[in-house]
Nanobody
Framework: QVQLVESGGGLVQPGGSLRLSCSAS????????MGWYRRAPGKVRELVAS???????NYAESVKGRFTISRDNAKKMVYLQMSDLKPEDTAVYYC?????????WGQGTQVTVSS
């Protein structure tokens, strides 16, 4: 059974930074493309960043240049470094496969950007 556990969220002022972490226990992690998703209040969940098994990355236009996704296959971890945060980045952030087939969603980690 795959278990995804996100951490690292919190309250930060506009312009601040956070680093999110995701552990993916129980999975054949290294072969999957992984993504960070977010769900803002009243909105659908969206993919904001993804990283392939070989390390290639893609970003939503809204976060390009501000967010950086990375992975450590040996530790089965995915990270999202977020900088220059804006109030519109406020959301619950989740990790999961970047694939039509998803693992069970974790609880997510809340990111709130507010002064």
């Amino acid at each position: 059974q795959v278990q995804l556990v996100e951490s690292g969220g919190g309250l930060v002022q506009p312009g601040g930074s956070l680093r999110l972490s995701c552990s993916a226990s129980g999975s054949i992690f290294s072969i999957y493309a992984m993504g960070w998703y977010r769900r803002a209040p009243g909105k659908v969940r969206e993919l904001v960043a993804s990283i392939g098994s070989g390390g290639s990355t893609n970003y939503a236009e809204s976060v390009k240049g501000r967010f950086t996704i990375s992975r450590d296959n040996a530790k089965k971890m995915v990270y999202l470094q977020m900088s220059d945060l804006k109030p519109e980045d406020t959301a619950v952030y989740y990790c999961n496969r970047d694939d039509l087939r998803k693992d069970p969603w974790g609880q997510g980690t809340q990111v709130t950007v507010s002064s």
